[in-house]
């Protein structure tokens, strides 16, 4: 490769693997690799490292790992590394305008989505949310807002009826690292045509948590077979349900909007069980579960779990119990 750029690759979870991958077996020399603090994980609470560290440690490329990219002497360290470009896919730390500034060409990042829909952390889960049909990768110019970022190229992506966020971010991580090494030698040579997002159309995907995850029953079938979707396969969608006074969480992995006659419910209520699933009066429409998890059980098939249990007449969710209230 004739006059490489020197690149240093900023990335933590799974999803920046693939990029990193493309670069090394590309041949780009990847001077160092940035990545967040080994953290404790796991039942034991061993420190564990990050996929992409450990990836860097698989070819030898030096690893650092500041807590933050504001101090000056983490500021300096990445300057002596001289490198022409940063490459950024989810590092999770932010890059302050002293280390935007630092590298010849600047830092980019691969963003999971389509900018400037779904700025934020969570653009991949909340694109399913909102019923969005397409999705994609934007390769940014990073400046100092939050992925406002002049855009230097994107890839599309549809979003099947049965992406879940696990399906969808393994889509996304491998499309983001082909549109990167797709757009490099175009930024190698300053050739790229940056073009400015409308703020008009900016809309922004908060990290996920826990808590949203609890499913209300109140909300319609369509809505309710989203989330399950997109909390697939972090945090995953939950409800309870009251079993000899005590309240059992299920964690809902799949489930269908089935057509339904209209019928009279309250939000909640099982309306009936069979081999094809629990299905379950929401909001408006009937959700049918296939695939659910009973605290301190596997996952398993809906028609596997009702061989040793019912819910037929139980009423989901926060006020849960059965029709005659057992």
């Known amino acids: 490769m004739s006059n490489p750029l020197r690149i240093i690759y900023a990335g933590t979870p799974e ?54 990219l504001k101090q000056s002497d983490a500021q ?23 280390v935007l500034e630092t590298p010849r060409l600047g830092c980019i990042n691969i963003h999971a989505s389509l900018l400037p829909r779904w700025r934020g952390a969570a653009p991949i ?41 696990s399906t969808l971010h393994d889509k996304l991580m491998l499309l983001g690292a082909r549109t990167m090494l797709d757009v490099l030698p175009e930024i190698a040579q300053q050739a790229t045509t940056a073009i400015s997002q409308n703020e008009k159309d900016a809309c922004y995907a908060s990290k996920l948590s826990k808590a949203e995850a609890e499913i209300n029953w109140s909300d319609s079938a369509e809505n309710i077979q989203r989330a399950i979707r997109a909390y697939n396969a972090w945090p995953v969608a939950y409800t309870s349900y009251q079993k000899n006074n005590k309240v059992i969480r299920l964690r809902i992995w799949q489930a269908e909007d089935i057509e339904q006659k209209e019928m009279s419910a309250l939000p909640g209520r099982v309306m009936a069980e069979s081999a094809s699933g629990i299905e379950v009066m929401t909001g408006k429409g009937v959700l049918r579960i296939t695939q659910l998890q009973q605290e301190g059980k596997r996952n398993m098939s809906a028609a596997d779990f009702l061989n040793a249990n019912t819910l037929l007449q139980q009423k989901l969710g926060r006020d849960s119990g059965s029709e005659t209230g057992e």
């Open 15 to 68: 999803f920046s693997v693939p990029a990193l991958d493309a670069l090394i077996a590309a041949g780009y020399p990847v001077v160092a690799v940035y990545t967040q603090p080994d953290r404790p994980a796991g039942r034991g609470r061993g420190f564990k490292a990050s996929p992409v560290k450990d990836k860097a440690l698989q070819h030898n490329i030096p690893v650092y790992q500041p807590e933050s």
């Open 76 to 98: 300096e360290e990445l300057k002596a590394l001289k490198a022409d470009l940063m490459i950024v896919t989810a590092y999770g730390l932010l890059l302050p305008p002293a």
């Open 125 to 165: 889960q909340r694109a399913i949310l909102a019923g969005d049909k397409k999705t994609g990768i934007t390769i940014m110019q990073m400046d100092a807002g939050l992925d406002t970022g002049d855009i230097l190229a994107t890839a599309e992506c549809e979003i099947d009826a049965q992406d879940t966020g």
